[in-house]
């Protein structure tokens, strides 16, 4: 494997989001939406303008979970089988290339561009708190930041295996789409269903396990166990546990969910 070819096709698929204004878009999305919240979120309580660091990313929070999976799987469902529709597929594997450069680059181009638009958009709203935030406060916001750009790249590698696996663009579509149903909002109620029928009794035991087949809500996890304000609004207090919840841990996660996908669309689109 060589880099000067992954670098080179990672380049036109960045560029290609450059010139076709595809970053900006979804840079100005974040920017204007994580700047409501922040100074809007409290409005149907009567309350506006900025409140504190923690209900802001916890608002943020379910902003992102809804959005950047769903960008994430736009972006790179037809990364392989556009290319097969088109022919071009062909003409780029005929050149001194290997599927797995092929592969790498294609996934780490869309990568950085949908990175690029995450911390940009959301960078611009920490410039803005800058002169509201204490040092640990926005320690917490680059976190949060971080770890969006962690979910957006598991969610895009997702879509990326759906690309290899499919036969043509209308069926790559939806299988994006339905992992993303599946993912943001079907996968949460069946653990809660699950819970209603046994009656909470295995609560304590698999379901913080479960969640962590869900990287929407190791990502929903990261941010919030971290947040002492907010962390029993959302119940995971008592049924997640502190050990588990351990930000280098639910990292490392994060990374798995990225490198398994890419690992099986590899492993299909072997020659």
Excluded: C
Excluded at 3 to 25: M, T
């Amino acid at each position: 494997m060589e880099f000067a070819p992954i670098g080179a096709i990672a380049g036109k698929e960045f560029w290609d989001r450059i010139r076709n204004r595809w970053i900006l878009a979804v840079a100005l999305v974040f920017t204007v939406f994580a700047l409501a919240i922040a100074y809007f979120g409290g409005a149907q309580q009567g309350a506006v303008g900025f409140r504190s660091i923690e209900f802001t990313i916890a608002s943020l929070v379910s902003l992102v979970i809804y959005l950047i999976p769903l960008i994430a799987l736009i972006l790179g469902f037809d990364a392989i089988v556009g290319e097969r529709e088109r022919g071009s597929l062909d003409l780029l594997l005929s050149m001194p290339i290997t599927r797995l450069e092929l592969l790498l680059g294609k996934y780490l181009g869309l990568a950085a561009a949908l990175a690029f638009s995450t911390l940009a958009g959301f960078g611009l709203v920490a410039v803005v708190l800058s002169t509201q935030l204490d040092p640990g406060a926005l320690l917490h916001y680059f976190g949060f930041m971080a770890s969006s750009v962690l979910l957006g790249m598991a969610f895009l590698s997702l879509a990326v295996m759906v690309s290899v696996f499919a036969a043509d663009r209308t069926r790559a579509s939806g299988m994006a789409i339905a992992l993303w149903f599946f993912f943001v909002l079907v996968f949460d109620l069946l653990l809660l269903g699950a819970l209603v029928i046994t009656g909470g009794s295995y609560s304590g035991d698999i379901f913080p396990y479960l969640l962590l087949a869900n990287p929407a809500d190791v990502f929903r996890v990261l941010n919030i166990f971290t947040l002492n304000d907010v962390r029993t609004l959302y119940g995971l207090a008592t049924v997640f546990p502190r050990a588990l919840a351990d930000p280098w841990l639910l990292g490392l996660v994060m990374l798995a969910w990225i490198a398994a996908p890419l690992g099986i669309a590899t492993w299909r689109f072997r020659p």
